[in-house]
C-alpha cells in the first residue's frame, strides 16, 4: 500500500472516530448487551431441546444412533452460529460507530463556534450536516451569536 493510501485511510477513519473511547465504549456496551441477550435465549433454548431429545432418545429403539445424528446436526449448525455472531459483532460496531459520529461531529463543531466567540467572531455559524444530531441547538446558537453580533458588532 503506498504511502498516500494508507494516510488517506488513516484519515478516513480520523474523521469517523472523533472521540475514540467513547465512541468503541458505545459498541462495546451494545455487544455486551446482545451477548446477554443471546446468552439467555441461548440458555432456553439448551434447556427445551436438551429436554427434546432426551424424550427423542428415550423413545427410540436405537438411542446411540438418535444421538450420534442429533449430536452432527447440532455440530452443523455451530459453524453457522459463530459466523453469523461474528458477522454481527461488525455490523454493530460499524453502526455504533456511524450513529455516535452523527452525535460527536456536532460537538467539534460547537466546540469551534464557542471557540470563535471567545476571539470574538459573531459572524460564525455552525453548519451541520443533514443526519447530524443536534440541528435545533445549532440553529439557537446561530440566532444567538447574530444576536449577539448585533450587540457588540461583528469582527472577522
Known sequence: MSFYREKLLKRRLSNFLLQPIMQTRIGAYCISLSFLFAGLIAGIVY?????????I??????PEEVQTIILSYLSSIQTWVYLTL???ILIVLAISIWYTHRMVGPMVAFKRH????????FAHR?????NDAFHEAAMELNKATEL???RFGDKK
Open 57 to 62: 432418545i428415550e423413545m427410540t429403539d436405537a
Open 148 to 150: 449577539l453580533g448585533q
Open 47 to 55: 434447556v427445551h431441546l436438551g429436554k427434546l431429545f432426551g424424550f
Open 114 to 121: 464557542f471557540e470563535a466567540l471567545q476571539q470574538g467572531n
Open 126 to 130: 455552525t453548519n451541520l450536516r443533514k
Open 86 to 88: 461474528g458477522a454481527y
